[in-house]
């Protein structure tokens, strides 16, 4: 990574935001990270050297003073909500912090002059494949509120790019989920949703079971497959997109993930192994708007960016979470 200006960061307080500012800081980066504390931890920010702003995003007074201060080169935008269940029942809430809030930010760039933006989109923005692998030319129908509001965004962001010059990359992650290796920052969510989480929860006996949502899907063992990406290839990912901006790249999508799928039951195998616990299960009925099978083609990443998934099989993912839950902090901040 080519060290040259102050990058902001928001939601770099969050799970993918607080590892990919450690990431960018071990490359010698200067980073500023506004976030307003609402998911995000203060403590997931450990080094002395980064700026924290506590803030919103949608304080336009706040965020123009921000550019003034700090003259970011480029953003890497991650504050977002990202409970599909809830966008469905609050849509407007989505609408409001996921693509309002956000125009506040690009408009102080537009003012200030800031050029570079690299976006958390996801492979939500896509909807149910029509056909699996999935590239970035797959059809983009979002089911629900969340992976709409991502994909107006990128929307918003081909705009710009097209009337005052802002070049974006719009990362569409698939499965986030691992821990910083160290275990020095983790992932930490209030509720926690997420798979991995919820199987290691059941493991250490601060929640009774884990719900597998579904085992009736045209899969060969009946349960979702999925793309699980490493939280640290994310963040890796970011930086070959600062690099590519950075070299002149036009703005583009990219997919984020290994290209390989595991079931629900593999997962679930796969903990029992790395804890040495047998995990309470519970067989439940599917959980609404969850697609069969979600996996990534990653081409055009390596192509386009250069980057490959370091962390290809999930024992890796859930062994780093499962330090971190079991680590001093005990998986909370
Ligand atoms: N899942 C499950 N039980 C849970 C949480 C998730 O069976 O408690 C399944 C879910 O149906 C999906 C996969 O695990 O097939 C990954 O779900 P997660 O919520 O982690 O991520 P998503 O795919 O919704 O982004």
Redo the contacts with the bound molecule.
Sequence with gaps: MAQQGTLLVTGGAGYIGSHTVARLRAAGEKVVVLDNLVFGHREALPDPEVVFVEGDLADAALVDRLFFEHRPEAVLHFAAYAY?GESVTDPLKYYRNNLAAPLVLLEAMQRHGCRRFIFSSTC?TYGDPVRVPMDETHPQAPVNPYGASKWMLERVLADCGRAWDLRSVWLRYF?A?GCDPEGRIGEDHDPE????P??LMAAKGEIDK?????TDYPTPDG????DYIHVCDLASAHGRALDYLRAGGATTAVNLGTGRGFS?RE?LQTAEQVTGRSIPVEY?P??AG?PSE?ICDPTRAREVLGWEAEYKEPRSHIDSAWRWMTGPRGGRY
């Design positions: 599909v939500a499965n989920s949703t997420h798979l991995i919820r199987i884990v719900t597998v949502f579904g349960t979702c497959i999925r629900v997962i439940g599917r959980r969850d979600l």
